[in-house]
C-alpha cells in the first residue's frame, strides 16, 4: 500500500467518505498543502471515483438477446 509520510490510501478514503475525527482531518489537510505527491494521490482518487459513477452495471442487449436464445427449451424434454 501507498504511504505518503504518515498517511497511506488507506487514510485518503477515509478522508474521501468522511470517516475521520476532526483531529485526522486536521492532520491530513495539513500534509495535504504541504506534500504534492500526497495531494496528487488524492487527486486521483477523487477523479477514479467520478469515473466509477459512469461505469455500466448492467448488460448489454446483446448478452441479453444471448442469454435469452440459451434459456429457450429446445424442444426435446426428458420424461
Given at each position: 500500500m501507498l504511504m505518503t509520510g504518515c498517511?497511506?490510501?488507506s487514510d485518503?478514503?477515509?478522508y474521501i467518505y468522511q470517516e475521520m475525527?476532526?483531529?485526522e482531518i486536521e492532520d491530513l489537510?495539513?500534509?495535504l498543502?504541504?506534500?504534492e505527491s500526497l495531494m496528487q494521490d488524492y487527486?486521483?482518487?477523487l477523479s477514479t471515483m467520478e469515473h466509477l459513477d459512469y461505469?455500466?452495471?448492467e448488460p448489454s442487449d446483446n448478452?441479453?438477446?444471448r442469454i435469452k436464445k440459451r434459456s429457450k427449451p429446445s424442444g426435446v424434454q426428458k420424461v
Open positions: 498517511f497511506t490510501q485518503l478514503i477515509r475525527d476532526e483531529n489537510v495539513q500534509a498543502h504541504n506534500n487527486l486521483d482518487m461505469l455500466l452495471l448478452v441479453v438477446k
